[in-house]
């Protein structure tokens, strides 16, 4: 339950902060699952993988999760998640959430 209650904490931070400056373009935030970890980005953004529907199979971690806004394009969205969660070492996205001004999804790292 805390879990999910710090993505819905970073997602209305992400949401309060598109709204304050109205004109922001596309903004990407991440919000680390455990801040005293830090991990260094090993794939581009164009080889994070997207789960949409399904999780790996594969073993993994949640390291954290992202929130992009102020676009109504899914495309743009998704292209902005993947190269936040590759800057913070993730290697896929997953339990993705579209929002009238945006989408979140959770940044994993395969083991």
Do not use: H
């Amino acid at each position: 339950m805390e879990e999910k209650m710090k993505k819905w904490i970073v997602l209305l931070l992400c949401v309060v902060s598109c709204f304050i400056l109205s004109n922001c373009g596309i903004s990407a935030r991440f919000a680390s699952s455990d801040t005293a970890m830090v991990y260094k980005q090993r794939v581009s953004p164009e080889e994070i993988k997207v789960y949409r529907s399904s999780k790996p199979e594969m073993p993994y971690i949640e390291i954290g999760s992202v929130y992009a806004c102020c676009d109504s394009e899914a495309d743009v969205l998704v292209k902005a998640l993947k190269q936040k969660a590759a800057e913070y070492g993730g290697d896929a996205i997953i339990d993705i959430e579209p929002y009238p001004d945006g989408m979140s999804a959770t940044v994993i790292r395969f083991k």
